[in-house]
């Protein structure tokens, strides 16, 4: 905008569209910063940072459910990334729950992956077969190194990243919150 002329080269839908992805962006960062200043505090702080990074590899190409209110969101961040950190740290899971874990999530990543939602929906047929490859493939990666490393940290971590997001693509988890699932049925093309 010219703050002189007080004119735009945008109109107002599109100075909406800025405005919500500006807001977006802001709290975003403010969670991630709260929610990593709090694992330092706990103690947590590389494991968090570990496990959003990992996290947010499926998330990227998977997509999946958004929290409806921000106030559920910070709940689940919260939950998500300081529990799940402290429970990576301190239980040694048997391998059996691996196996199993990472039988349900390559199941769920073939059939649901990527899980889009009301206000980003993956109406481009050609831009979801891609992110359904790149999910099932960095996926398998997760798997390939859960099964290969030694490191019990990053095996529980790569683990539970994998269970996340599955919950996050599952439709039960959008039957549970009453959200539409597969939204880019709603669009014609």
Not at 42 to 58: T, V
Not at 100 to 122: E, H, M, N, Q, W
């Amino acid at each position: 905008m010219n703050i002189i002329s007080g004119t735009s080269k945008y109109n107002k839908e599109q100075l909406e569209e800025i405005k919500y992805g500006l807001e977006g962006i802001y709290v975003a960062l403010s969670k991630v910063i709260i929610i990593l200043g709090l694992s330092a505090i706990l103690g947590l702080f590389k494991e968090a940072i570990l496990f959003l990074l990992l996290f947010n590899i499926l998330r990227i190409v998977a997509f999946g459910i958004h929290a409806s209110k921000s106030i559920y969101c910070w709940i689940s961040s919260s939950i998500s990334f300081l529990l799940i950190p402290y429970v990576c740290i301190n239980i040694e899971f048997p391998m059996l729950f691996h196996i199993i874990s990472c039988g349900i999530s390559f199941i769920s990543f073939i059939l649901y992956a990527p899980a889009d939602t009301v206000k980003r929906p993956l109406i481009n047929k050609k831009k979801r077969i891609i992110y359904k490859i790149l999910s099932i493939v960095f996926a398998t990666t997760f798997i390939t190194l859960i099964f290969t490393i030694s490191d019990i940290l990053l095996k529980n971590m790569l683990t539970f990243a994998l269970i996340l997001e599955t919950i996050l693509i599952s439709p039960i988890t959008y039957k549970i919150f009453k959200l539409p699932y597969n939204n880019y049925k709603n669009y014609k093309g």
